[in-house]
C-alpha cells in the first residue's frame, strides 16, 4: 500500500502519515520525488485503518501495490534509484551509462594491471575481476581467492578505477570489505541463495545483483527485495542472458529486460553483454543494443590475450575492440 501526497504537502503532514503508520507496528518508505512524495507502507495492512489516513492532512489518494516486491517496485519509489559508489561514482537515472570492464577472472598482477591501464584509457569506470569463480566443473580453475582480492586491491590504488568482483560464500563477506571490493557482485548461480542475499541486507556496500540462468524478473526483483528488505538500499541489477533453446550464442541476451526493469522498478539496470553472448565478436553489436535501450550501464570482458585467459577467453573483447566500442558507445549517449 501507498500514500499519495498531496503536490507541496508539507513535512508536518507527511510526518503524521509516517508516524500513524509506524504506531501501528508497519515500516514505511519515503520517497520525495520531484511531482510528489509517496510514503510506501511495509507490513501487515490490516492493522491500519484505510478511512484514517485517507482522511489525514494532505493525503491525495491510497494505492494498493499488489506486487510481491515492494520496496524494489516503481510505485514505491517513483523516481529512479541513482546509486553513489564510495569514489563518487553514480550509477542510474540520468547519469551517463558506466562501463566496467576488466578480465573474468584475476589471473597475476602483469596481466592484470596490463588489462587495468588498457580499460582505464579506454573510458571504463570500474574495473571487473573475480578472484573466486563458479566453474561448472571443479576441476577447471577456481579463482586465485584472497591473493585475487590482494590483487584488485593494487589495481585499485594505482589506477584509481573501484573494484566489481563475485562473493559466492558470506564467509568470505569481510574479506571483501577489508581490501575493498567497492561493489559485490553476486553471480547468476546465487541469485536465488536467500542466506547470502539476506547477509548483503546488512552490508553498506553497492551489490550488483546477476539474473539467475532461468530466473523471471519477477524472481530476480524478489531476490533485490531480499537485499532491499534488510537495509542496504544500493542494488544495482545485471541482465546476463537467460536459458533459452538456443545453442548457438552461450544464453540469450534478453534486452527487454532493460524497459520492463525500467518500467517495473526504480533501481538501476546494467548489461553483461559477454555471458550473455559467449563469442567476442557479438558483444560490440549487443553492447550497443544495450545503450541504445537505456542501460545504466555494462560489464564487460576484457583480456590483453584471450587466448591465454584462465577462463572464458573466448568471450573476452581484446583492448583494441573494445577502445573502439567505447567510442561507439560515446557516441550513442548522446542520442538517449
Ligand atoms: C562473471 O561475471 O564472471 C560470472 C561468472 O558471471 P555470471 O554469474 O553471470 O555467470
Ligand atoms: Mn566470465
Redesign the pocket.
Known sequence: MIVVMRHGSSAESIAKVVHFVEAAGLKTQVSQGVERTVIGLIGDKTRIDRSLVENMPDVDEIIEVSKPYKRAAREMHPDDTVITLDNGLKIGGKNDPVVMAGP??VENWEVLSEIAEAVKAAGARVL?G?AW??RTSPYAFQGLGEEGLQLLARAREETGLPIVS?LMDAKDLPLFLKYPVDII??????MQNFSLLKELGRVDKPILL??G?SATIEEWLMSAEYILSGGNARVIL?E??IRTIEKYTRNTLDLSAVPVIKKMSHLPIII?P??AVGHWDYVPSMSRAAIAAGADGL?I?VHSSPEKAA??GGQCLKPGVFAGLMQDVRALVKYR
Request: with cysteine; proline share 4%; aromatic share 0%.
Open positions: 573474468c577472472t571487473r573475480g569463480k563458479p563475485e557482485q553476486i553471480g547468476a548461480r546465487n546477476k539474473r540462468l545485471c546476463r542472458g553483461d559477454s555471458h560489464i570482458e577462463c572464458d
